[in-house]
C-alpha cells in the first residue's frame, strides 16, 4: 500500500505564505506526476497545480505568480510554495500522485492515490 502524507497547512493572515509538503512512501515502484489540488466548503475539487517528473508545471489561472510547485523525486516528495495568500485561498488542500506499484509477487500496477489533506484558512 502507498500512503500520501501532507504537511505545512494552518492559519496565515492576508499576505502571508505557507509551505505545503506531501511526502509519498509504501512498495513504490516509480511516481509520475505529482498535483496539490483543493476543496473550499460547497465547491468542487479543482486542481491547483501539477508537476511531471522531469519538472514541467501547470498552475490553476487564479495562482499564477503567486503559487509555485516543486518535487524532490529522491524523496518522493512534492511541495507547495503559497506566497502573497488571500482569503479565497482558504481550502482544505490534498496531495494526489500518479504512482506504479509492486507486491511481493512481483506484480506492478500503476494507481491514483491522494493524501487525507491539510487546512489552510487565510483571514484576519
Known amino acids: 500500500q502507498v500512503q500520501l502524507v501532507e504537511s505545512g497547512g494552518g492559519l496565515v493572515q492576508p499576505g502571508g505564505s505557507l509551505r505545503l509538503s506531501c511526502a509519498a512512501s509504501?512498495?513504490?515502484?516509480?511516481?509520475?506526476?505529482m498535483d496539490w489540488y483543493r476543496q473550499a466548503p460547497g465547491k468542487q475539487r479543482e486542481l491547483v497545480a501539477g508537476i511531471t517528473r522531469g519538472g514541467r508545471t501547470n498552475y490553476v489561472d487564479s495562482v499564477k505568480g503567486r503559487f509555485t510547485i516543486s518535487r524532490d523525486n529522491a524523496k518522493n516528495t512534492v511541495y507547495l510554495q503559497m506566497n502573497s495568500l488571500k482569503p479565497e485561498d482558504t481550502a482544505v488542500y490534498y496531495c494526489h500522485a500518479d504512482i506504479k506499484t509492486y507486491d511481493r509477487s512481483s506484480s506492478y500496477r500503476q494507481d491514483d492515490y491522494w493524501g487525507q489533506g491539510t487546512q489552510v484558512t487565510v483571514s484576519s
Open positions: 509504501g512498495s513504490i515502484f516509480w511516481i509520475y506526476a
